[in-house]
């Protein structure tokens, strides 16, 4: 009897790495993870590449001493790259996006390029955050570290070519260096001729879902295989968990919630207005065409983990006591209707349509009679209005929303979907999958190694519906109230700084 194939969607984070192994029905067979380390400290922000590539085959060594693994696709976080010597060895620490080195290198390459045609050139506007700018920092303050340098990629390209000895990168990652033509699907010359840096040193960018090849005779060896796999270019983490999440066409946006909520929406054509990036929002190639643009806050999640270590040690030793969730029992206690507090969520700096780093967060409208239940539930308000904001801000770009796809840890709270519903006025779906980004990327390896024949059928058996969440009319009226006053709460606050 014929085994079934198995698909592996490999997504290389940045405190650790996971694979999900899919077979031929879509049905999650296993999923293992390995953590390794980031920095944050003396002003660096940084993560090893050379730990990263370790803890990649660790992991995919426990994965295949269980399971006969056809095929593996690749995806990873964005901005971040290893530079290799002529032996592939990691040169030094990789920076993080967060990383505040290269911000005068970033304002030089504005300058040479144009602020504005490097924007409609790369469709971001120039940050320190972009690979670029800090691939001239490294050739400006580390001259003779980087005379060493032969290759730089970035995360998954690093990883496809560490298994497969092939050196390209989908047009989705390819972005997120601030210097891809968007347009042209090509590396912007001009940019990086202005920068100094020879194209030669970064991999081919191709469509997403190439498959590379087969594994290294090397790498087969560490595994302790004797047969191949086949290894596919995917995408970037957040694409990822746009395909993983059914997300195929304009009326329909993935939210995710997890540390962070990243809400990334289809685009169909490329928009020419300085009013669209002024808001730091990117473009970046999406699968099939069009673009995807990331609309997200600093603090998802992170503000009600806040809350719950500084606010709730009688409630979690309830939790504790009880065997429950102290999430859901704060929830359940959370007043009915709008609170009438403003919860500004900047507890890290405020994302689009700010871009500000600087900003701090807000609680306005507290009384005597305010309980931490209030404020509990004001939070998960406070996220909800910021990204109605949003929306609001790409109306003329991102148009005919109609549902949005819940993914993350923010996915298994019903009463925040339902805040979520009845704030933006939309339908919310909450699936029950775990790891949605590689759930997208093994389905679209298996397309692409010819195991799935159709990539939203093997999504649709992948990502199962839990819940879905209708908006309330009347709830959806109150809360625009209090909206009214949220839109000029930033503005306010910053003119007071």
């Not at 602020?115 to 003779?144: A, C, D, F, N, Q």
Request: charged share 25%; aromatic share 10%.
């Amino acid at each position: 009897m014929k085994e079934k194939k198995i698909v592996g969607g490999l997504d290389v984070g940045t405190t650790g790495a996971k694979i999900a192994l899919f077979d031929e029905e879509g049905k999650n067979l296993a999923t293992y993870y390995k953590e390794y380390d980031a920095t944050h400290a003396a002003g660096k922000h940084e993560i090893n590449f050379a730990e990263v590539r370790d803890g990649v085959l660790a992991l995919l060594a426990d994965a295949v001493k269980e399971h006969h693994v056809d095929a593996i696709g690749v995806t990873s976080f964005g901005e971040t790259f290893a530079m290799l010597d002529e032996n592939d060895e990691v040169l030094a620490p990789s920076m993080l996006y967060t990383d505040p080195r290269g911000e005068e290198e970033c304002k030089e390459l504005a300058e040479m390029v144009g602020e504005e045609k490097l924007t409609l050139l790369s469709g971001v506007k120039p940050h320190p955050m972009y690979s670029i700018s800090k691939i001239m920092w490294w050739k400006r303050h580390e001259p003779e570290l980087f005379a060493k340098c032969k290759k730089i990629l970035l995360g998954q390209d690093f990883i496809v070519y560490t298994l497969s000895g092939v050196r390209q990168i989908d047009y989705a990652l390819a972005a997120r260096t601030g210097a891809l033509d968007i347009e042209k699907l090509a590396w912007a010359e001009e940019v990086w001729q202005a920068a100094g840096i020879d194209t030669a040193l970064l991999s081919t960018p191709v469509p997403t879902g190439k498959v590379a090849g087969g594994l290294t005779e090397k790498v087969r060896k560490v595994l302790g295989i004797d047969y191949d796999i086949t290894v596919v270019t995917c995408f970037h983490d957040q694409i990822a968990g746009m395909i993983g999440s059914g997300v195929f066409d304009e009326s329909q946006a993935m939210d995710g919630t997890g540390t962070v909520e990243c809400i990334p929406v289809i685009i169909p054509e490329k928009p020419t207005d300085k009013k669209y990036y002024a808001g730091g929002y990117s473009l970046v190639p999406y699968v099939g065409g069009g673009y995807a643009c990331y609309a997200f806050s600093f603090t998802g999640g992170a503000m009600l983990k806040w809350f719950r270590d500084n606010f709730a040690d009688a409630e979690k030793a309830l939790a504790k006591e009880r065997g429950t969730d102290v999430y859901d029992d704060l929830s359940a206690k959370m007043p009915e209707g709008p609170t009438g507090l403003l919860v500004l969520p900047h507890f890290a700096g405020a994302a689009t349509p700010y871009m500000d780093y600087d900003a701090k967060a807000a609680v306005v409208g507290m009384t005597l009679e305010t309980t931490k239940f209030t404020l509990y539930k004001a939070l998960m308000e406070g996220t909800s209005y910021e990204m109605l904001l949003n929306f609001e801000e790409l109306k003329d770009y991102a148009k005919g929303i109609k549902e949005l796809r819940a993914t993350g840890g923010g996915a298994k709270s019903d009463p925040w979907l339902q805040i979520k519903a009845d704030i933006l006025g939309m339908k919310i779906t909450a699936l029950d999958i775990g790891e949605v980004g590689a759930a997208g990327t093994a389905a679209l390896a298996g397309v692409s190694a010819g195991i799935y024949a159709d990539l939203h059928e093997t999504v649709g058996k992948m990502a199962k519906v839990r819940k879905v969440f209708e908006p309330n009319a009347e709830s959806h009226d109150a809360y625009m109230k209090h909206y009214a006053r949220y839109k000029g709460l930033y503005e306010a606050l910053k003119a007071h700084r």
